[in-house]
Protein backbone atom coordinates (compact mmCIF):
# COMPACT_ATOMS: atom_id res chain seq x y z
CA UNK A 1 0.00 0.00 0.00
CA UNK A 2 1.05 3.39 -1.29
CA UNK A 3 -0.05 6.59 0.02
CA UNK A 4 0.14 10.05 -1.99
CA UNK A 5 2.08 11.58 0.76
CA UNK A 6 4.65 8.57 0.44
CA UNK A 7 5.26 9.51 -3.29
CA UNK A 8 5.60 13.09 -2.50
CA UNK A 9 2.68 14.65 -3.40
CA UNK A 10 2.31 18.32 -1.94
CA UNK A 11 -0.85 19.29 0.39
CA UNK A 12 -3.21 21.14 -2.20
CA UNK A 13 -3.21 18.23 -4.36
CA UNK A 14 -3.67 15.52 -1.09
CA UNK A 15 -6.02 18.06 0.02
CA UNK A 16 -7.78 17.17 -3.26
CA UNK A 17 -7.71 13.93 -3.40
CA UNK A 18 -9.01 13.56 0.09
CA UNK A 19 -12.06 15.27 -1.20
CA UNK A 20 -12.26 12.76 -4.36
CA UNK A 21 -12.09 9.81 -2.03
CA UNK A 22 -8.76 8.70 -3.35
CA UNK A 23 -7.04 7.22 -0.07
CA UNK A 24 -4.28 5.32 -1.95
CA UNK A 25 -2.26 5.50 -4.68
CA UNK A 26 -2.80 2.23 -7.89
CA UNK A 27 0.12 0.27 -8.81
CA UNK A 28 0.49 2.92 -12.06
CA UNK A 29 0.12 5.82 -9.85
CA UNK A 30 3.08 4.46 -7.35
CA UNK A 31 5.37 3.80 -10.21
CA UNK A 32 4.76 6.90 -12.42
CA UNK A 33 4.75 9.89 -9.63
CA UNK A 34 7.84 9.45 -8.23
CA UNK A 35 9.04 9.41 -11.72
CA UNK A 36 7.57 11.87 -13.29
CA UNK A 37 8.21 14.33 -9.79
CA UNK A 38 12.08 13.35 -10.88
CA UNK A 39 11.64 14.98 -14.41
CA UNK A 40 11.48 11.75 -16.23
CA UNK A 41 9.66 11.14 -19.35
CA UNK A 42 7.53 8.28 -18.58
CA UNK A 43 5.93 5.81 -21.09
CA UNK A 44 3.02 3.66 -19.27
CA UNK A 45 0.96 0.77 -19.32
CA UNK A 46 -1.35 -0.34 -17.43
CA UNK A 47 -5.02 -2.31 -17.27
CA UNK A 48 -8.39 -0.75 -17.79
CA UNK A 49 -9.68 1.66 -14.88
CA UNK A 50 -6.50 1.40 -13.16
CA UNK A 51 -6.20 5.33 -12.91
CA UNK A 52 -3.87 6.24 -15.21
CA UNK A 53 -4.99 10.06 -15.61
CA UNK A 54 -4.34 10.55 -11.97
CA UNK A 55 -1.08 8.90 -12.51
CA UNK A 56 0.30 11.57 -15.17
CA UNK A 57 -2.38 14.65 -14.06
CA UNK A 58 -0.89 14.33 -10.43
CA UNK A 59 2.94 15.18 -11.17
CA UNK A 60 1.72 17.44 -14.30
CA UNK A 61 -0.29 19.38 -11.44
CA UNK A 62 3.15 19.48 -9.58
CA UNK A 63 4.44 21.28 -11.58
CA UNK A 64 2.66 24.33 -12.88
CA UNK A 65 2.91 27.77 -11.63
CA UNK A 66 -1.07 28.53 -10.72
CA UNK A 67 -0.36 32.14 -10.91
CA UNK A 68 0.70 32.30 -14.56
CA UNK A 69 -2.05 32.10 -17.17
CA UNK A 70 -0.08 31.09 -19.41
CA UNK A 71 -1.01 27.18 -21.27
CA UNK A 72 1.68 24.92 -19.30
CA UNK A 73 0.74 21.29 -19.65
CA UNK A 74 -0.49 19.26 -22.62
CA UNK A 75 -2.74 16.49 -22.57
CA UNK A 76 -3.68 14.80 -26.14
CA UNK A 77 -6.38 11.90 -26.32
CA UNK A 78 -8.27 10.74 -29.22
CA UNK A 79 -11.71 11.94 -28.74
CA UNK A 80 -14.06 14.44 -27.46
CA UNK A 81 -15.86 12.30 -24.78
CA UNK A 82 -12.01 11.41 -23.42
CA UNK A 83 -10.77 15.14 -23.31
CA UNK A 84 -13.70 16.39 -21.48
CA UNK A 85 -13.35 13.64 -18.92
CA UNK A 86 -9.44 13.73 -18.10
CA UNK A 87 -9.92 17.64 -17.99
CA UNK A 88 -12.27 16.67 -15.97
CA UNK A 89 -10.37 15.01 -13.23
CA UNK A 90 -7.56 17.40 -13.75
CA UNK A 91 -9.70 20.15 -12.81
CA UNK A 92 -10.41 18.07 -9.75
CA UNK A 93 -6.81 17.27 -9.03
CA UNK A 94 -5.71 20.71 -9.79
CA UNK A 95 -9.14 22.35 -7.72
CA UNK A 96 -7.23 23.50 -4.21
CA UNK A 97 -3.92 24.56 -6.11
CA UNK A 98 -6.38 26.50 -8.44
CA UNK A 99 -5.50 25.01 -11.51
CA UNK A 100 -7.45 25.09 -14.29
CA UNK A 101 -7.85 22.39 -17.57
CA UNK A 102 -9.69 23.41 -20.35
CA UNK A 103 -11.07 20.88 -23.10
CA UNK A 104 -10.16 21.59 -26.66
CA UNK A 105 -11.86 19.62 -29.40
CA UNK A 106 -13.42 19.28 -32.86
CA UNK A 107 -16.75 19.63 -33.24
CA UNK A 108 -17.46 22.58 -31.36
CA UNK A 109 -17.29 26.19 -32.52
CA UNK A 110 -13.86 27.41 -32.76
CA UNK A 111 -15.05 30.74 -31.42
CA UNK A 112 -16.28 29.45 -27.69
CA UNK A 113 -13.29 27.57 -27.29
CA UNK A 114 -10.92 30.78 -28.30
CA UNK A 115 -13.02 32.54 -25.97
CA UNK A 116 -12.39 30.62 -23.01
CA UNK A 117 -8.78 29.95 -23.75
CA UNK A 118 -8.47 33.66 -23.38
CA UNK A 119 -9.12 33.01 -19.83
CA UNK A 120 -5.76 31.65 -19.58
CA UNK A 121 -6.45 27.86 -17.95
CA UNK A 122 -2.78 26.12 -17.51
CA UNK A 123 -3.31 23.07 -18.83
CA UNK A 124 -5.34 21.98 -22.27
CA UNK A 125 -6.63 18.75 -22.98
CA UNK A 126 -7.32 18.16 -26.41
CA UNK A 127 -8.17 16.41 -30.05
CA UNK A 128 -4.98 16.02 -32.45
CA UNK A 129 -6.87 17.84 -34.93
CA UNK A 130 -8.34 20.64 -33.53
CA UNK A 131 -5.41 21.29 -31.35
CA UNK A 132 -3.07 21.79 -34.41
CA UNK A 133 -6.03 24.41 -35.92
CA UNK A 134 -5.51 26.34 -32.86
CA UNK A 135 -1.52 25.93 -32.62
CA UNK A 136 -1.80 27.21 -36.56
CA UNK A 137 -3.84 30.21 -35.90
CA UNK A 138 -1.84 30.82 -32.11
CA UNK A 139 -4.70 30.67 -30.68
CA UNK A 140 -3.07 27.90 -28.48
CA UNK A 141 0.22 29.18 -27.78
CA UNK A 142 3.07 26.56 -27.09
CA UNK A 143 6.06 28.11 -25.71
CA UNK A 144 5.15 28.11 -22.26
CA UNK A 145 4.36 24.29 -22.02
CA UNK A 146 7.06 22.11 -20.30
CA UNK A 147 4.69 18.83 -19.63
CA UNK A 148 2.94 16.80 -22.55
CA UNK A 149 0.92 13.58 -22.29
CA UNK A 150 -0.02 11.67 -24.95
CA UNK A 151 -3.06 9.32 -23.32
CA UNK A 152 -4.10 6.60 -25.41
CA UNK A 153 -1.30 6.91 -27.82
CA UNK A 154 -1.74 3.57 -29.76
CA UNK A 155 -5.54 4.42 -30.00
CA UNK A 156 -4.49 7.81 -31.60
CA UNK A 157 -2.42 5.81 -34.11
CA UNK A 158 -5.59 3.56 -34.77
CA UNK A 159 -7.39 6.65 -35.96
CA UNK A 160 -4.49 7.97 -38.06
CA UNK A 161 -3.66 10.71 -35.87
CA UNK A 162 0.25 9.79 -36.09
CA UNK A 163 1.44 12.23 -38.23
CA UNK A 164 -0.62 15.00 -35.68
CA UNK A 165 1.34 13.61 -33.12
CA UNK A 166 4.67 13.95 -34.64
CA UNK A 167 3.73 17.80 -35.78
CA UNK A 168 2.33 18.81 -32.05
CA UNK A 169 5.49 17.33 -30.01
CA UNK A 170 7.50 18.76 -32.64
CA UNK A 171 6.02 22.48 -31.86
CA UNK A 172 6.36 22.04 -27.97
CA UNK A 173 9.86 23.23 -26.59
CA UNK A 174 12.26 20.45 -26.40
CA UNK A 175 13.20 21.09 -22.89
CA UNK A 176 9.89 19.46 -22.16
CA UNK A 177 8.56 16.18 -20.30
CA UNK A 178 6.53 14.30 -22.01
CA UNK A 179 4.73 11.16 -20.83
CA UNK A 180 3.13 8.64 -22.57
CA UNK A 181 0.46 5.69 -22.16
CA UNK A 182 -0.78 3.41 -24.31
CA UNK A 183 -2.01 0.15 -24.18
CA UNK A 184 0.14 -1.21 -26.79
CA UNK A 185 3.73 -0.22 -27.99
CA UNK A 186 3.55 -0.93 -31.83
CA UNK A 187 6.38 0.13 -34.10
CA UNK A 188 4.75 3.37 -34.76
CA UNK A 189 4.96 4.52 -31.06
CA UNK A 190 8.02 3.04 -30.41
CA UNK A 191 9.34 5.36 -33.00
CA UNK A 192 8.16 8.55 -30.62
CA UNK A 193 9.69 7.47 -27.87
CA UNK A 194 13.02 7.25 -29.08
CA UNK A 195 12.77 9.86 -31.27
CA UNK A 196 10.89 12.53 -29.22
CA UNK A 197 11.20 11.52 -26.03
CA UNK A 198 14.43 11.78 -24.00
CA UNK A 199 15.29 8.44 -22.85
CA UNK A 200 11.93 7.65 -21.50
CA UNK A 201 11.50 5.51 -18.16
CA UNK A 202 8.98 2.41 -18.80
CA UNK A 203 6.79 1.43 -16.82
CA UNK A 204 4.33 -1.47 -16.83
CA UNK A 205 2.42 -3.28 -13.80
CA UNK A 206 2.85 -6.79 -13.78
CA UNK A 207 -0.52 -9.14 -14.62
CA UNK A 208 -0.76 -12.20 -15.76
CA UNK A 209 -4.33 -11.30 -17.58
CA UNK A 210 -4.64 -8.24 -19.96
CA UNK A 211 -8.13 -8.20 -18.57
CA UNK A 212 -8.94 -6.68 -15.14
CA UNK A 213 -9.80 -9.77 -12.42
CA UNK A 214 -12.66 -8.24 -10.76
CA UNK A 215 -15.03 -8.43 -14.60
CA UNK A 216 -16.47 -11.71 -14.73
CA UNK A 217 -16.33 -12.49 -18.18
CA UNK A 218 -19.37 -14.72 -19.88
CA UNK A 219 -20.26 -15.50 -23.21
CA UNK A 220 -23.49 -17.07 -24.85
CA UNK A 221 -23.52 -19.11 -27.89
CA UNK A 222 -26.48 -17.55 -30.07
CA UNK A 223 -27.70 -17.26 -33.64
CA UNK A 224 -27.86 -14.14 -34.65
CA UNK A 225 -31.57 -13.34 -35.02
CA UNK A 226 -31.90 -14.54 -31.50
CA UNK A 227 -29.59 -12.16 -30.09
CA UNK A 228 -31.88 -8.84 -29.54
CA UNK A 229 -34.43 -11.11 -27.33
CA UNK A 230 -31.48 -12.80 -25.27
CA UNK A 231 -30.15 -9.23 -24.56
CA UNK A 232 -34.15 -8.64 -23.24
CA UNK A 233 -34.08 -11.30 -21.37
CA UNK A 234 -30.59 -11.31 -20.19
CA UNK A 235 -31.50 -7.61 -19.05
CA UNK A 236 -34.91 -8.40 -17.17
CA UNK A 237 -33.00 -11.19 -15.18
CA UNK A 238 -30.40 -9.07 -14.19
CA UNK A 239 -31.49 -5.27 -14.11
CA UNK A 240 -28.18 -3.94 -14.64
CA UNK A 241 -27.95 -0.48 -12.69
CA UNK A 242 -26.38 0.51 -15.70
CA UNK A 243 -25.21 -1.24 -18.86
CA UNK A 244 -23.18 -0.58 -21.88
CA UNK A 245 -23.85 -2.41 -25.34
CA UNK A 246 -21.55 -2.36 -28.38
CA UNK A 247 -22.33 -2.82 -31.18
CA UNK A 248 -20.35 -3.26 -34.53
CA UNK A 249 -22.04 -0.70 -36.58
CA UNK A 250 -23.59 2.84 -36.48
CA UNK A 251 -26.82 1.20 -38.11
CA UNK A 252 -27.13 -1.13 -35.39
CA UNK A 253 -26.37 0.40 -32.54
CA UNK A 254 -29.75 2.71 -33.59
CA UNK A 255 -32.13 -0.39 -34.45
CA UNK A 256 -30.68 -1.80 -31.18
CA UNK A 257 -31.64 1.62 -29.61
CA UNK A 258 -34.81 1.96 -31.27
CA UNK A 259 -35.77 -1.35 -30.52
CA UNK A 260 -34.81 -1.42 -26.29
CA UNK A 261 -36.87 1.51 -26.28
CA UNK A 262 -40.08 0.29 -28.15
CA UNK A 263 -40.01 -2.74 -25.40
CA UNK A 264 -39.59 -0.16 -23.07
CA UNK A 265 -36.47 0.50 -21.56
CA UNK A 266 -34.54 3.36 -21.00
CA UNK A 267 -32.02 3.00 -23.52
CA UNK A 268 -30.20 5.57 -25.95
CA UNK A 269 -27.18 5.49 -28.84
CA UNK A 270 -24.18 6.80 -29.27
CA UNK A 271 -21.57 6.78 -32.21
CA UNK A 272 -20.16 8.81 -34.26
CA UNK A 273 -22.54 10.11 -36.44
CA UNK A 274 -24.19 11.86 -34.24
CA UNK A 275 -23.42 15.86 -33.27
CA UNK A 276 -21.54 16.50 -30.12
CA UNK A 277 -23.96 18.01 -28.21
CA UNK A 278 -26.11 15.00 -28.75
CA UNK A 279 -22.65 12.65 -27.75
CA UNK A 280 -22.68 14.65 -24.84
CA UNK A 281 -26.28 14.59 -23.70
CA UNK A 282 -26.63 10.95 -24.08
CA UNK A 283 -23.54 10.62 -22.03
CA UNK A 284 -25.07 12.67 -19.27
CA UNK A 285 -28.31 11.10 -19.26
CA UNK A 286 -26.30 7.46 -18.77
CA UNK A 287 -23.92 8.99 -16.31
CA UNK A 288 -26.76 11.04 -14.24
CA UNK A 289 -28.84 7.35 -14.46
CA UNK A 290 -31.77 8.31 -16.81
CA UNK A 291 -30.70 6.54 -19.40
CA UNK A 292 -30.00 2.53 -17.96
CA UNK A 293 -28.62 1.12 -21.08
CA UNK A 294 -25.86 2.84 -23.32
CA UNK A 295 -25.73 1.27 -27.08
CA UNK A 296 -22.64 2.46 -28.37
CA UNK A 297 -19.77 1.73 -31.20
CA UNK A 298 -16.29 1.16 -30.36
CA UNK A 299 -16.61 4.77 -29.70
CA UNK A 300 -17.56 4.32 -26.57
CA UNK A 301 -14.88 1.34 -25.90
CA UNK A 302 -12.03 3.56 -24.58
CA UNK A 303 -10.73 5.21 -21.26
CA UNK A 304 -14.83 6.24 -20.80
CA UNK A 305 -15.06 6.27 -17.13
CA UNK A 306 -18.65 6.38 -15.97
CA UNK A 307 -18.88 4.97 -12.24
CA UNK A 308 -21.35 2.42 -11.57
CA UNK A 309 -21.60 0.71 -14.98
CA UNK A 310 -22.47 -2.98 -14.12
CA UNK A 311 -22.91 -5.06 -17.37
CA UNK A 312 -20.88 -4.94 -20.47
CA UNK A 313 -22.91 -6.73 -23.18
CA UNK A 314 -21.05 -7.35 -26.52
CA UNK A 315 -23.98 -7.61 -28.88
CA UNK A 316 -21.37 -7.82 -31.62
CA UNK A 317 -18.33 -9.64 -30.60
CA UNK A 318 -15.46 -7.02 -31.62
CA UNK A 319 -12.93 -8.13 -34.50
CA UNK A 320 -9.53 -7.38 -32.17
CA UNK A 321 -9.04 -8.85 -29.02
CA UNK A 322 -7.50 -5.63 -27.66
CA UNK A 323 -11.00 -4.16 -28.66
CA UNK A 324 -12.67 -6.25 -26.48
CA UNK A 325 -10.51 -5.59 -23.28
CA UNK A 326 -11.21 -1.74 -23.49
CA UNK A 327 -14.99 -2.33 -24.00
CA UNK A 328 -15.32 -4.67 -20.95
CA UNK A 329 -12.91 -2.62 -19.36
CA UNK A 330 -15.88 0.22 -18.84
CA UNK A 331 -16.85 -2.07 -16.23
CA UNK A 332 -15.18 -2.99 -13.13
CA UNK A 333 -13.36 -0.12 -13.09
CA UNK A 334 -11.50 1.75 -9.73
CA UNK A 335 -11.92 -1.74 -7.87
CA UNK A 336 -15.65 -2.40 -8.62
CA UNK A 337 -16.51 -5.76 -9.51
CA UNK A 338 -18.10 -6.28 -12.96
CA UNK A 339 -19.96 -8.50 -15.48
CA UNK A 340 -19.17 -8.56 -19.50
CA UNK A 341 -21.22 -10.93 -21.81
CA UNK A 342 -20.02 -11.42 -25.11
CA UNK A 343 -22.77 -12.75 -27.86
CA UNK A 344 -21.16 -15.04 -30.58
CA UNK A 345 -22.63 -16.87 -33.07
CA UNK A 346 -22.08 -20.15 -34.12
CA UNK A 347 -19.35 -19.57 -36.56
CA UNK A 348 -17.79 -16.79 -34.24
CA UNK A 349 -16.45 -19.50 -31.92
CA UNK A 350 -13.16 -19.77 -32.94
CA UNK A 351 -12.70 -15.59 -32.58
CA UNK A 352 -13.88 -16.35 -28.97
CA UNK A 353 -10.91 -18.96 -28.72
CA UNK A 354 -8.71 -16.00 -30.23
CA UNK A 355 -10.15 -13.47 -27.93
CA UNK A 356 -9.41 -15.68 -24.98
CA UNK A 357 -5.88 -16.56 -26.17
CA UNK A 358 -4.53 -13.50 -26.63
CA UNK A 359 -5.92 -11.57 -23.46
CA UNK A 360 -5.22 -14.79 -21.52
CA UNK A 361 -8.69 -15.25 -19.82
CA UNK A 362 -11.38 -17.20 -19.93
CA UNK A 363 -15.07 -16.74 -20.37
CA UNK A 364 -17.64 -18.67 -19.32
CA UNK A 365 -20.44 -20.29 -20.65
CA UNK A 366 -23.81 -19.51 -20.26
CA UNK A 367 -27.02 -20.61 -21.38
CA UNK A 368 -29.04 -17.80 -22.96
CA UNK A 369 -31.88 -17.54 -20.75
CA UNK A 370 -35.76 -18.31 -22.03
CA UNK A 371 -38.36 -16.03 -22.09
CA UNK A 372 -39.64 -17.99 -19.17
CA UNK A 373 -36.32 -17.08 -17.42
CA UNK A 374 -37.20 -13.99 -17.76
CA UNK A 375 -40.51 -13.43 -16.80
CA UNK A 376 -38.94 -15.32 -13.66
CA UNK A 377 -36.01 -12.64 -13.22
CA UNK A 378 -38.21 -10.01 -13.49
CA UNK A 379 -41.16 -10.97 -10.42
CA UNK A 380 -37.67 -11.89 -8.43
CA UNK A 381 -36.76 -8.36 -9.17
CA UNK A 382 -40.43 -7.53 -7.38
CA UNK A 383 -39.84 -10.26 -4.97
CA UNK A 384 -36.55 -8.62 -3.97
CA UNK A 385 -38.28 -4.83 -3.59
CA UNK A 386 -40.74 -6.31 -1.84
CA UNK A 387 -38.90 -8.04 0.69
CA UNK A 388 -36.85 -4.78 1.11
CA UNK A 389 -39.79 -2.67 1.64
CA UNK A 390 -40.94 -5.36 4.63
CA UNK A 391 -36.95 -5.19 6.48
CA UNK A 392 -36.77 -1.21 6.22
CA UNK A 393 -39.77 0.86 5.94
CA UNK A 394 -42.68 1.01 8.48
CA UNK A 395 -45.80 -0.41 6.86
CA UNK A 396 -48.27 0.80 10.08
CA UNK A 397 -50.60 2.83 8.01
CA UNK A 398 -50.69 -0.36 5.78
CA UNK A 399 -51.62 -2.97 8.11
CA UNK A 400 -55.40 -2.14 8.20
CA UNK A 401 -56.19 -2.02 4.42
CA UNK A 402 -54.22 -5.18 4.65
CA UNK A 403 -56.30 -6.83 6.84
CA UNK A 404 -59.32 -6.05 4.76
CA UNK A 405 -58.35 -7.15 1.86
CA UNK A 406 -57.55 -10.59 3.45
CA UNK A 407 -60.91 -10.72 4.97
CA UNK A 408 -62.70 -10.85 1.65
CA UNK A 409 -59.58 -12.38 -0.43
CA UNK A 410 -57.15 -15.28 -0.49
CA UNK A 411 -53.80 -14.34 0.26
CA UNK A 412 -52.25 -15.78 -2.81
CA UNK A 413 -54.52 -14.18 -5.10
CA UNK A 414 -53.43 -10.71 -3.34
CA UNK A 415 -50.27 -10.83 -3.47
CA UNK A 416 -49.84 -12.42 -7.37
CA UNK A 417 -52.47 -9.30 -7.87
CA UNK A 418 -49.69 -7.15 -6.40
CA UNK A 419 -46.84 -8.88 -8.15
CA UNK A 420 -48.29 -8.42 -10.92
CA UNK A 421 -49.40 -4.48 -10.88
CA UNK A 422 -45.61 -3.84 -9.69
CA UNK A 423 -43.48 -6.24 -11.99
CA UNK A 424 -42.28 -4.36 -15.41
CA UNK A 425 -43.60 -6.31 -17.86
CA UNK A 426 -42.12 -6.28 -21.27
CA UNK A 427 -43.85 -4.60 -24.36
CA UNK A 428 -43.88 -7.67 -27.28
CA UNK A 429 -43.16 -5.37 -29.73
CA UNK A 430 -41.65 -6.86 -32.83
CA UNK A 431 -38.29 -5.45 -33.69
CA UNK A 432 -35.97 -6.70 -36.77
CA UNK A 433 -31.85 -6.15 -36.20
CA UNK A 434 -30.53 -6.33 -39.63
CA UNK A 435 -27.91 -8.59 -40.15
CA UNK A 436 -24.07 -8.72 -40.02
CA UNK A 437 -21.80 -10.99 -41.73
CA UNK A 438 -19.69 -13.12 -38.90
CA UNK A 439 -16.11 -12.59 -37.98
CA UNK A 440 -13.87 -14.73 -38.97
CA UNK A 441 -11.12 -15.68 -37.36
CA UNK A 442 -9.00 -15.32 -40.36
CA UNK A 443 -9.48 -11.68 -40.98
CA UNK A 444 -9.27 -10.86 -37.21
CA UNK A 445 -5.99 -12.78 -37.16
CA UNK A 446 -4.05 -10.79 -39.92
CA UNK A 447 -4.99 -7.72 -38.15
CA UNK A 448 -4.05 -8.80 -35.01
CA UNK A 449 -0.81 -10.07 -36.59
CA UNK A 450 -0.09 -6.52 -38.55
CA UNK A 451 -1.52 -4.30 -35.16
CA UNK A 452 -0.64 -5.88 -31.83
CA UNK A 453 -0.62 -8.81 -29.98
CA UNK A 454 1.89 -8.45 -27.47
CA UNK A 455 0.66 -9.44 -24.10
CA UNK A 456 2.68 -7.93 -22.11
CA UNK A 457 1.22 -4.64 -22.09
CA UNK A 458 -1.69 -4.47 -19.69
CA UNK A 459 -1.30 -4.48 -16.24
CA UNK A 460 -1.79 -3.55 -12.61
CA UNK A 461 -3.75 -4.77 -10.06
CA UNK A 462 -7.21 -3.80 -9.24
CA UNK A 463 -8.55 -3.59 -5.79
CA UNK A 464 -12.06 -3.70 -4.25
CA UNK A 465 -14.49 -1.77 -3.53
CA UNK A 466 -18.12 -2.89 -2.75
CA UNK A 467 -20.63 -1.55 -5.28
CA UNK A 468 -22.94 -3.11 -3.37
CA UNK A 469 -26.44 -4.50 -5.66
CA UNK A 470 -26.34 -8.09 -7.08
CA UNK A 471 -23.49 -10.33 -6.75
CA UNK A 472 -20.16 -9.09 -5.20
CA UNK A 473 -17.18 -11.56 -5.98
CA UNK A 474 -13.56 -11.24 -6.68
CA UNK A 475 -11.96 -8.83 -4.89
CA UNK A 476 -8.72 -7.99 -4.57
CA UNK A 477 -7.09 -4.86 -3.70
CA UNK A 478 -6.00 -1.71 -4.45
CA UNK A 479 -8.62 0.89 -3.85
CA UNK A 480 -9.68 -0.20 -0.97
CA UNK A 481 -11.67 2.65 0.57
CA UNK A 482 -13.52 4.31 -2.18
CA UNK A 483 -15.39 7.22 -1.65
CA UNK A 484 -18.74 5.94 -3.56
CA UNK A 485 -18.93 9.03 -5.70
CA UNK A 486 -21.16 9.46 -9.09
CA UNK A 487 -20.15 11.48 -11.79
N1 LIG B 1 -6.02 6.21 -6.16
C1 LIG B 1 -7.29 6.13 -6.46
N2 LIG B 1 -8.21 5.80 -5.52
C2 LIG B 1 -9.52 5.70 -5.83
N3 LIG B 1 -10.05 5.93 -7.06
C3 LIG B 1 -9.19 6.25 -8.04
C4 LIG B 1 -7.78 6.37 -7.80
N4 LIG B 1 -7.19 6.72 -8.96
C5 LIG B 1 -8.16 6.81 -9.88
N5 LIG B 1 -9.37 6.55 -9.35
C6 LIG B 1 -10.66 6.53 -10.06
O1 LIG B 1 -10.68 5.35 -10.85
C7 LIG B 1 -11.42 5.54 -12.03
C8 LIG B 1 -10.61 5.09 -13.24
O2 LIG B 1 -9.51 5.96 -13.45
P1 LIG B 1 -8.98 6.34 -14.92
O3 LIG B 1 -10.10 6.74 -15.81
O4 LIG B 1 -7.86 7.28 -14.74
O5 LIG B 1 -8.44 4.91 -15.39
P2 LIG B 1 -7.57 4.54 -16.68
O6 LIG B 1 -6.46 3.68 -16.16
O7 LIG B 1 -7.21 5.76 -17.44
O8 LIG B 1 -8.58 3.61 -17.49
P3 LIG B 1 -8.69 3.37 -19.10
O9 LIG B 1 -7.62 2.38 -19.46
O10 LIG B 1 -10.04 2.78 -19.27
O11 LIG B 1 -8.49 4.70 -19.73
C9 LIG B 1 -11.78 7.03 -12.07
O12 LIG B 1 -13.11 7.18 -11.65
C10 LIG B 1 -10.82 7.65 -11.07
O13 LIG B 1 -11.35 8.83 -10.52
MG1 LIG C 1 -7.62 6.49 -19.31
Same mark, same amino acid.
Given at each position: ?????????????????????????????????????? +??D?I????????????????????? =??????IQGLVVAPTR?LA???????????????????AVYG???M??QI??L?????IVVATPGRLLDHMRRKTIRTEHIHTTVLDEADEMLNMGFIDDIREILKAIPEERQTLLFS???PKEIRDIATNLMK?P?????????????????????? %????????????? =???? %????????????????????? *???????????????????????????????????????????? &??????????????????????????????????????????????????????????????? %???????????? *?????????????????????????????? &?????????????????????????????????????????????????????????? +????????????????????
Open positions: MTTFKELGVSSPIMKALERMGFEEATPIQAETIPLALE +GNVGQAQTGTGKTAAFGIPMIEKL =DARARKEIQVAEELNRLGKVKKVRAFGQQERRSKDGPQATMSKEIKVKSKEMTVENIDQYFIEI %PERYKFDTLNNHL =DIHS %PDLAIVFSRTKKRVDEITEGL *QARGYRAEGIHGDLTQGKRMSVLNKFKNGRVDVLVATDVAARGL &DISGVTHVYNFDIPQDPESYVHRIGRTGRAGRTGEAISFITPREMAHLKLIEKVTKSKMKRLT %PPTNHDARKGQQ *QVTISKIVETIETKDLNDYHQAANQLLEDQ &DAVSVIAAALKLMTKERKDTPVKISSVAPISVKKANNQNDNRRSNNKRFQGKRGQNNR +GGQGSRNRKGNFQKRRNRDK
